[in-house]
């Protein structure tokens, strides 16, 4: 019983030791703080240093030594193709489902807003660039299945990430496609729905299946192991729904 408890006891202090490195998808960016400071009450002592960036860049990075140990993604293309390719050890998992929202600084008739991207009243709008953000390939395709992406396309200014495109969206254009889950953010708050914001229709884009894997460099960490496994927990799970986000 004593040997039994000196293990769970050095195990327990390994564990939460160090420091772990995780790349997360720029919409994760409003959440990973309070997921961070949950698994901080399970893990007092280990130290989450987070890389934020589009899904597309973080993988790039990888690919060219990146020290991360955990890739959490906006979409599953990337997870899979870095599983394929021996930068990941483990299977990619849905940790969470992402949805799309338009924003706008200014009150909007949300009733019929195919027709208000069309129309002359929106001169600009900002969207996530498809070639390195998840979010971005699914705004293009809600706008295909609409049939108004061809005439709108010459109106778009892209956003390197998402989080950039919220600051576009804001400051920058008429209007902007964006993560539902930055909207759950304290100084998002005053932004209404039916207002300045609005829903997606869901039948126009593909599920955002956002996926999860540990990286080589963080196959053998009992902490990376720890992260992993709370992400997929109730715990986080809960923290995700207040966000916006649909949770498997």
């Not at 060219?64 to 990941?88: C, R, S, T, V, W």
């Not at 207002?195 to 009992?222: C, F, M």
């Amino acid at each position: 019983m004593r040997l039994k408890l000196l293990f769970i006891l050095i195990f327990s202090a390994y564990l939460d030791a160090g420091k772990i490195t995780i790349a997360v998808a720029a919409n994760v960016s409003y959440a990973i703080d309070d997921l961070k400071k949950e698994f901080n009450r399970l893990y007092p002592d280990t130290k989450v240093q987070v890389i934020l960036g589009s899904t597309g860049k973080l993988t790039a990075q990888i690919k060219h030594g990146a020290p991360y140990q955990i890739l959490m993604g906006a979409n599953m293309k990337y997870p899979e193709a870095l599983y394929a390719e021996d930068f990941a050890v483990t299977r990619p998992l849905v940790y969470a489902q992402g949805s799309l929202a338009y924003l706008s600084s200014k009150k909007r008739d949300f009733s019929n807003v195919m027709e208000l991207l069309k129309s002359d009243k929106i001169e600009k709008i900002a969207v996530a660039n498809p070639k390195t953000a998840p979010y971005g390939i699914a705004t293009a395709e809600a706008l295909k299945n609409a049939k108004i992406f061809d005439e709108i396309e010459k109106k778009f200014v892209y956003g390197e990430s998402i989080s950039q495109t919220v600051t576009y969206a804001t400051k920058a254009t008429d209007i902007g496609f964006i993560a539902k889950s930055s909207l759950f953010s304290p100084h998002m708050a005053h932004f209404k729905k039916g207002e300045n914001w609005a829903d997606v229709e869901a039948t126009l884009y593909t599920p955002i299946n956002q996926g999860i894997v540990i990286l080589k460099e963080g196959e053998k960490s009992a902490e990376v192991s720890a992260f992993y496994a709370f992400i997929m927990s109730k715990r986080a799970k809960k923290i995700f729904e207040a966000f916006g986000y649909i949770v498997p």
